[in-house]
């Protein structure tokens, strides 16, 4: 099995267009679960879009004594029907898309799934999603490979290798501590940085256009038909 390309990101809820994006230019993708849990992130939120513009639609998750926790070690909070507050939040949105009756009762059946972990829940939709987009690439945890380093960059080169990856993709928002990627290029590995810019528009139901919202807004207004069109997948090869 190929694994000479891998991506790692950390699970998030019904994540954007380009998270997949990345995914689909890999060979191997890696669900960073075992780094510090963001309270504030895209572990257990995203945005859909309304006619008032973007809605938040949130999972929550018990953090109170838990500081520093794993995201792998995220619980949902099972007091709260969060549940029935997000499917009533997509169902207002966008029961007038063209695919909604499509991918609606997947949507709400695994929402309806008992999930203790977060990252269990992000996992499944994760995957889901690539077999809606017929991306058909191995998934793999962090917390499942063993790793050693405490670096966060040496981690990264330590997933490369310990999958026998030799190109490595990254968000372009990693260029900050990534830097000119040394350590890569150290072990032989070739870095390279998602660029989003060239994703193209679709049609949405309430214009103008906003690219920044759950991927949910594109398989219920296009369906699966070229999520990514012809934009660049990379740029700037270290």
Same mark, same amino acid.
């Given at each position: 099995?190929?694994?000479?390309?891998?991506? %790692?990101?950390?699970?998030?809820? &019904?994540?954007?267009?380009?998270?997949?994006?990345?995914?689909?230019?890999?060979? %191997?993708? %890696? &669900?960073?679960?075992?780094?510090?849990?963001?309270?504030?992130?895209?572990?257990?939120?995203?945005?859909?879009?309304?006619? %008032?513009?973007?809605?938040?639609?949130?999972?929550?998750?018990?953090?109170?004594?838990?500081?520093?926790?794993?995201? /792998?070690?995220?619980?949902?909070?099972?007091?709260?029907?969060?549940? @029935?507050?997000?499917?009533?939040?997509?169902?207002?949105?966008?029961?007038?898309?063209?695919?909604?009756?499509?991918?609606?009762?997947? &949507?709400?059946?695994?929402l309806e799934?008992?999930? /203790?972990?977060?990252?269990? &829940?992000?996992?499944?939709?994760?995957?889901?999603?690539?077999?809606?987009?017929?991306?058909?690439?191995?998934? @793999?945890?962090?917390?499942?490979?063993?790793?050693?380093?405490e670096d966060?960059?040496?981690?990264?080169?330590?997933?490369?290798?310990?999958?026998?990856?030799?190109?490595?993709?990254?968000?372009?928002?990693?260029?900050?501590?990534?830097?000119?990627?040394?350590?890569?290029?150290?072990?032989?590995? /070739?870095?390279?940085?998602?660029?989003?810019?060239?994703?193209?528009?679709?049609?949405q139901l309430?214009?103008?256009?906003?690219?920044?919202?759950?991927?949910?807004?594109?398989?219920?207004?296009?369906?699966?038909?070229?999520?990514?069109?012809?934009?660049?997948?990379?740029?700037?090869?270290?």
């Amino acid at each position: 099995m190929d694994q000479s390309t891998v991506s %790692v990101i950390q699970p998030s809820f &019904l994540p954007w267009r380009g998270y997949f994006q990345i995914i689909s230019a890999s060979n %191997v993708f %890696v &669900l960073y679960d075992d780094v510090q849990y963001d309270k504030h992130g895209w572990r257990n939120r995203n945005r859909i879009k309304t006619h %008032v513009g973007p809605h938040w639609i949130t999972v929550p998750v018990i953090t109170k004594g838990r500081m520093g926790q794993a995201i /792998r070690d995220a619980e949902i909070n099972p007091t709260i029907d969060w549940q @029935r507050k997000i499917l009533g939040s997509v169902k207002q949105a966008y029961r007038k898309a063209p695919f909604f009756d499509a991918y609606y009762p997947w &949507l709400e059946k695994r929402l309806e799934k008992a999930y /203790r972990f977060l990252c269990d &829940l992000d996992e499944d939709l994760t995957r889901d999603i690539c077999g809606f987009l017929r991306i058909d690439i191995p998934i @793999r945890r962090a917390s499942e490979l063993g790793l050693r380093s405490e670096d966060r960059v040496e981690r990264l080169v330590e997933i490369c290798q310990v999958l026998g990856a030799r190109h490595y993709i990254s968000g372009p928002s990693a260029r900050a501590y990534l830097g000119e990627a040394e350590p890569f290029r150290a072990h032989g590995i /070739r870095i390279t940085f998602q660029d989003y810019s060239g994703l193209p528009q679709y049609p949405q139901l309430y214009p103008p256009f906003e690219p920044q919202v759950s991927i949910l807004d594109y398989l219920f207004c296009c369906g699966t038909a070229d999520p990514f069109g012809n934009s660049r997948v990379l740029q700037r090869a270290s």
